[in-house]
Nanobody, 115 residues
Framework: QVQLVESGGGLVQAGGSLTLSCVAS????????MAWYRRAPGKQVDLVAL???????TYADSVKDRFTISRDNAKNTAYLQMNSLRFEDTAVYYC?????????WGRGTQVTVSS
């Protein structure tokens, strides 16, 4: 069973920055697709950013040019660098891992942006 542990959430003022980290308890992290999703209050879970095992990335339009997803295979860790944060970025952020048809989720970390 894969365990994903997020960290780095918190309270930040609009315009500020945060970096989220996700450590995965797997022995072959480099072959997993990793992603970050978020659930804003009263809304559904949406994809924020994804990084494939070949380092190809995908971003939601709302975060392009502000957020950067990356991975360090040596540390079994995926990151989400969030800059120029906006009030509407307030959400619980979830780490996600996928290998073939197997999907795994972290418990989430709260990001709150004050306006």
């Amino acid at each position: 069973q894969v365990q994903l542990v997020e960290s780095g959430g918190g309270l930040v003022q609009a315009g500020g920055s945060l970096t989220l980290s996700c450590v995965a308890s797997v022995s072959d992290f480099k072959i997993y697709t990793m992603a970050w999703y978020r659930r804003a209050p009263g809304k559904q879970v949406d994809l924020v950013a994804l990084i494939a095992n070949d380092y190809g990335t995908t971003y939601a339009d709302s975060v392009k040019d502000r957020f950067t997803i990356s991975r360090d295979n040596a540390k079994n860790t995926a990151y989400l660098q969030m800059n120029s944060l906006r009030f509407e970025d307030t959400a619980v952020y979830y780490c996600y891992a996928k290998l073939n048809r197997r999907e795994f989720w972290g418990r989430g970390t709260q990001v709150t942006v004050s306006s």
